[in-house]
């Protein structure tokens, strides 16, 4: 049969199975575009072994048993409402649309049974802002572009300020796994502001990057305030391009009571101490382009990377 005869097509639920084939697929979408994808393929393998779709589910998209594209559909908060978050890559193999069509078809069904059991009325989709490919395809679908994205940036780690810590303020790496829930729950309490921070991040990523074989303790910090916790920073390891060793600051936060004391500057600081003792050749972070966080990454050198940059669609269902 010829491999690009749309009788050959077929979509099935996605498996754990899939994890190392939707991996590769991953690698190459990212690297038609020139840049890496946010997951290895290791990476890859260890979000399958969690429970990322329990509140979705997600389908392949095959063509003589190779997976061409995938996509999913799941529950989710989202700039203070709830959303069904979509998401669909697309392998050159698939992007005539007598092709996709068949998986975006189903993924808008499981979309509207999970609205309909949640009681959304949105869909939101989001994509880095170097992906050509992509948002050409959903814009097809019905998605338009929201004014708020999510603004990425990069420290050379060069030129670093001093760590200069508040009164009575001591930085240490978190205690694992024992201290897991408390970085949970301190990201609980100091993202109090969602429309302009975002959600906090979930369980499930500290979990992937704690099964990372390369992790180490030090890229969980909390902030103590003699037994009281007061922040924390979360680092994740990179991509790493040819000659550039990188990690991302993927969150850092202060609790509402200690805030603007110099916690969040110091944490950070920390962090990209850290970074640069691990031969790094770059830190990336970012916020939402509301959060008044970012004249602070301003300040202590951080710029604008568009590899972190995130733009993101919605549509109603």
Known sequence: MNVNDASSLKIRPIEKSDAYQVGILTDRIYAEMGTEPLYSVDAMIRLFETPWLQDGAGLVLEQNKLIIGYGWARYQAWHCRNVIN?????????????KYKILTDELFKIAQGLAHRFRISEALIFYRSVDYIH????????????????????HTLESLDEIKLPPGIVI????????????????????????????HIHESHLDIEMGNPEFKNEQFMIAWQEDKPAGYLVIFSGTNRPGEKSYDIAEVGVVPRMRRKGIGTALLLSALHWIKKQNARVALIAAFSSN??????????????????????????
Do not use: C
């Open 135 to 154: 948002p050409p395809i959903i814009y097809q679908l019905g998605f338009q572009k929201h004014p708020v994205s999510m603004l990425g940036f990069r």
């Open 172 to 199: 240490r790496p978190a205690h694992l796994p024992d201290e897991k829930g408390l970085i949970h729950s301190l990201g609980m309490e100091a993202f109090d502001d969602p429309l302009n921070q975002g959600e």
């Open 292 to 317: 008044s966080v970012i004249s602070l990454y301003w300040r202590l050198k951080f710029r604008p990377d568009p590899l972190r940059t995130y733009n993101f669609f919605i549509r109603q269902i």
């Open 86 to 98: 979509m998401g669909l890559f697309l392998g050159p193999e698939a992007r005539e649309r007598g």
